[in-house]
């Protein structure tokens, strides 16, 4: 049966007679025929594609504030308000989470925790947005001020994961604490997507990070960096809303 009715569509494709090739021709009207619509169906219509796009987020932002948000506040130890999530976050090892108001965490964000310290850190400040697949990886203090963003698929860690002495790895030891040096990506900063932020980095206040970049030393306030190491091609001034640009 299968195979008739593959020979059959093959047939038409190919439209091998005058019958096959009619039929072909109606296929393709149909494929491209469309419904009238009349001018006083419109309203109908446009409510009905705006209820579809609406209806989903509405779903979305009922999982996060029932569902969501409160399993991943349970694991933080301190929250602000107006928490939005679209995914669980997922934490691995120890770690103290401190929130401010309006964090927005778009998507996966994975938290892996070292063991040199006891307590690592990781601060999001008011406003803060964490994109889709970020990582952070911290032994001792990964922090983002007020309104700082790290774009999709960016890394940012505080060490370099394994000792940098070979025998040191093969014995399973942790990193070293000399070795570790917290992160700070100050306000309204902004790290383009796929970025890598390595350990003892600052990114200074309203700096922007290029895509794909990787940046390994500080970055100064009010520039523009990217490429691998990155590095600052322009500079600007500070916005004029800031009220500390005076």
Request: net charge positive.
């Amino acid at each position: 049966m299968a195979g008739g009715l593959s020979g059959f569509i093959l047939k038409v494709r190919k439209a091998e007679t005058p019958f096959f090739a009619r039929l072909k021709r109606l296929v393709l009207a149909a494929a491209v025929s469309e419904m009238p619509v009349p001018g006083f169906t419109r309203p109908l219509w446009s409510a009905l594609y705006h209820g579809r796009m609406l209806a989903p987020e509405l779903w979305r932002r009922l999982l996060s504030v029932a569902y969501r948000s409160p399993m991943f506040r349970s694991q933080c130890a301190r929250v602000g308000s107006r928490l939005y999530l679209e995914q669980i976050p997922r934490i691995s090892g120890r770690v103290k989470l401190l929130l401010g108001d309006d964090v927005n965490i778009s998507g996966h964000f994975n938290v892996r925790a070292g063991r040199t310290f006891d307590d690592p850190e990781i601060i999001l400040g008011n406003k803060v947005f964490i994109g889709h697949q970020v990582v952070m990886q911290v032994a001792r203090r990964i922090e983002m001020e007020e309104g700082a963003a790290l774009a999709g698929g960016c890394y940012v860690t505080d060490n370099d994961a394994h000792p940098l002495d070979a025998a040191a790895r093969l014995r399973g030891e942790t990193v070293a604490q000399g070795d570790v040096l917290p992160v700070k990506i100050c306000r309204h900063a902004w790290v383009g997507r796929g970025s890598f932020i390595m350990k003892g980095v600052t990114i200074g206040e309203f700096a922007i990070v290029g895509v794909g970049s990787v940046v390994v030393s500080d970055i100064p306030p009010y520039s523009i960096a990217m490429g691998n190491p990155a590095r600052v091609v322009k500079k600007m001034g500070p916005p004029v809303h800031d009220d500390r640009s005076g």
